[in-house]
């Protein structure tokens, strides 16, 4: 900008504005007069001359320009004063200053002005040439700084069409009077002067650019060096693996750690022969083949597990990420982390989940053989039942048949319920196997109402025997659930036995035991088993689940757990509450799907 580069700015000393009581505008202007005053012949010869200067001072010492605009001025129009008021650029153009003026205002110097400051903030305002008379009556502010003015003309000075300040010339004493021919003069300097201007502006800016490109470019190369420290001390830290590659399959340097991970030595490396393509099994060619694409489009690779051949023939297992040179975009630098470790610590947590799950499994297996051997009385009761109903019925059936003549119909019939009989133990046993043997466990679809009520056939028996009367809710209309039939009716069965037992511990009052299923606020089934048995001490409440916990003399205290397991594994929860009545209710919600 030239205001900062010269040296000369005069600004005006006092926070200027019209004070109250000031005369208006009209009484000070007298523009009009311009216009009346005898006409003399534009003095063409006067302005080349003025022009010729002012075109030397733009090649001889362009920032001087507005001050050579100034004293060209003073000559020219036989003022007294005259300069330039202009509007900054820095404070947002609120304030004038004054980048040149010549003649007895010279020695006025002072500080910057604000926008609406004197005749120029009228110019500006009206944006045309105004002629003011004695002025200081408006704008008394001027009267200790400056010596009195006569006349004052203004033109507005344009840059880019847009008037940004005043061209002036004042005259102190009755000695000469402003005419249009002073405006007309004051009008084409300015035009000139505008332009050269504005040209000096633009090759100051260039400068500037030019400058503050070679700022940032110094800038980069310091960060560039410092970068390149920082990446040589990764590199030789060896704590990842890292190489220089080309496209073309070659590696073209490596750190100790890399040649390390694949287990090849500096010769190898100087000697040509380690290939990134070749170092890589057929099957991650797919893998490297799409980040060479991601590489060659977008300059980067995104980290990606794969592996390398050792020297020895081995896998290694890695993790690679790379980029391309800005300069030299056929080669770039990866970044390698030998994965053998993480793996294999990976493979024993897998090994130790599998195994606990295992025993999971076996635990709950070894928990269901012990409640049927529990149950085992009951059970063959409930086989027994039907058997000897078979029996019954085929007697039955014969007698018909030997009789004379034989009774074909009642015979049909009893033979019908022998095979009603029959199915019915064999459905029994189907049961009993299917929580007896060692399976997997599964996911099927299942329905838990059928479920709990197979269950519910089971145990029968012992709920009879131990003179509990068993009641179900078992709502319509449930969702599906994915598990394992045979884990989840152990979880029914291992709550009914231990209502039962928690009953019979107790000789008084009804023993009353209650089966309800329904949906729950989630979305999930709801299963319910509720006895009138003692209830829960609030011991057991906390350590219920907990595994051998157990109150009862040959107890083993791995049911609950068992079934927490179960129903854990199947996304659901289960939890025991005391109710109101004397009892406990065991409840666990299982998700649907
Ligand atoms: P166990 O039946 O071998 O003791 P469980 O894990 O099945 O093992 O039960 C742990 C303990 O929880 C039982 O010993 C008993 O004290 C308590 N318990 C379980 N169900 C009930 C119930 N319905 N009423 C009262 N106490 C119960």
């Given at each position: 900008m030239i205001e900062t580069t010269q040296s000369t700015n005069y600004f005006f000393p006092v926070e200027a504005s019209i004070p109250p009581g000031a005369v208006s505008l009209e009484a000070i202007l007298c523009t009009e007069e311009l216009r009346r005053r005898a006409w003399r012949p534009p003095d063409h010869e006067k302005e080349n001359r003025a022009l010729v200067a002012l075109a030397r001072a733009l090649v001889e010492s362009p920032f001087n320009i507005?001050?050579?605009?100034?004293?060209?001025?003073?000559?020219?129009?036989?003022?007294?004063?005259?300069?330039?008021?202009?509007?900054?650029?820095?404070?947002?153009?609120?304030?004038?200053?004054?980048?040149?003026?010549?003649?007895?205002?010279k020695r006025h110097i002072g500080r910057g002005t604000p926008r609406d400051f004197g005749p120029c903030g009228d110019v500006l305002d009206q944006n045309r040439t105004l002629l003011f008379r004695h002025f200081e009556r408006r704008y008394p502010y001027f009267i200790p700084i400056t010596p009195a003015a006569e006349e004052c003309l203004l033109v507005p000075f344009y840059i880019g069409g847009k008037a940004v300040g005043t061209i002036w010339a004042i005259t102190h004493g009755d000695r000469r009077k402003f005419d249009?021919?002073?405006?007309?003069?004051?009008?084409t300097l300015g035009q000139f002067a505008s332009v050269a201007y504005q040209t000096v502006e633009s090759i100051e800016d260039l400068k500037l650019q030019i400058a503050a490109r070679e700022q940032a470019e110094t800038a980069l190369r310091a960060l560039a060096s410092g970068?390149?420290?920082?990446?040589?001390?990764?590199?030789n830290a060896n704590i990842i693996g890292i190489f220089?590659?080309?496209?073309?399959?070659?590696?073209?340097?490596?750190?100790?750690?890399?040649?390390?991970?694949v287990g090849y030595g500096r010769d190898d490396l100087v000697s040509g022969r380690l290939l990134w393509k070749e170092l890589t099994p057929a099957e991650w060619r797919n893998a490297d083949e799409q980040r060479v694409r991601e590489l060659e489009t977008t300059g980067t690779a995104?980290?990606?597990?794969?592996?390398?051949?050792?020297?020895?023939?081995?896998?290694?297992?890695?993790?690679?990420g790379g980029a391309t040179f800005e300069k030299k975009s056929d080669e770039g630098v990866a970044f390698v982390l030998d994965l053998t470790d993480r793996k294999r610590a990976e493979a024993a947590i897998r090994e130790s989940e599998r195994r606990y799950s295992e025993v999971q499994n076996e635990l709950a297996h070894a928990n269901r053989v012990a409640t049927m051997g529990q149950l085992s009385a009951s059970i063959a009761h409930e086989v027994i039942?039907?058997?000897?109903?078979?029996?019954?019925?085929?007697?039955?059936?014969?007698?018909?048949?030997?009789?004379?003549?034989?009774?074909?119909?009642?015979?049909?019939?009893?033979?019908?319920?022998?095979?009603?009989?029959?199915?019915?133990?064999?459905?029994?046993?189907?049961?009993?196997?299917?929580?007896?043997?060692?399976a997997p466990p599964r996911k099927d679809t299942l329905e838990i109402n059928g479920a709990i009520l197979e269950v519910i056939a089971l145990t029968r028996g012992e709920i009879s025997k131990n003179r509990v009367s068993v009641q179900t809710q078992l709502a319509?209309?449930?969702?599906?659930?994915?598990g394992d039939r045979v884990q989840l009716q152990q979880v029914i069965l291992n709550l009914i036995i231990n209502a039962v037992e928690a009953m019979s511990a107790v000789s008084e009052g009804a023993r009353e035991l209650l089966i309800s299923t329904g949906k729950d606020a989630s979305g999930g089934v709801l299963v319910a088993v509720r006895d009138s048995g003692p209830g829960l001490n609030p011991e057991s409440v906390a350590r219920l689940f907990d595994a051998f916990y157990t109150t009862k003399p040959g107890g083993m205290g791995m049911g609950l757990s068992i079934c927490r397991s179960?129903?854990?594994?199947?996304?659901?929860?289960?939890?025991?509450?005391?109710?109101?009545?004397?009892?406990?209710?065991?409840?666990?919600?299982?998700?649907?799907?």
């Open positions: 507005l001050q050579t605009l100034a004293e060209i001025i003073l000559d020219v129009t036989q003022c007294d004063s005259s300069g330039l008021s202009l509007l900054t650029k820095d404070d947002g153009g609120k304030r004038f200053y004054w980048p040149a003026i010549a003649g007895e205002w249009s021919e002073d405006e007309r003069i004051m009008n970068l390149e420290a920082k990446i040589r001390h990764l590199v220089i590659w080309s496209f073309d399959g070659r590696i073209i340097d490596a750190n100790d750690a890399f040649l390390r991970i995104q980290p990606y597990e794969k592996e390398y051949f050792h020297k020895n023939g081995d896998r290694v297992p890695v993790l690679v039942q039907p058997i000897a109903a078979t029996v019954n019925y085929a007697q039955v059936a014969l007698r018909f048949l030997n009789a004379q003549p034989p009774n074909l119909e009642e015979a049909r019939q009893a033979l019908g319920a022998t095979v009603k009989q029959g199915n019915r133990a064999t459905d029994v046993l189907e049961r009993i196997r299917a929580l007896i043997k060692k319509e209309g449930l969702p599906l659930i994915q179960i129903v854990e594994a199947h996304g659901g929860r289960i939890w025991a509450s005391v109710t109101a009545a004397p009892g406990t209710v065991l409840q666990c919600i299982l998700p649907v799907g």
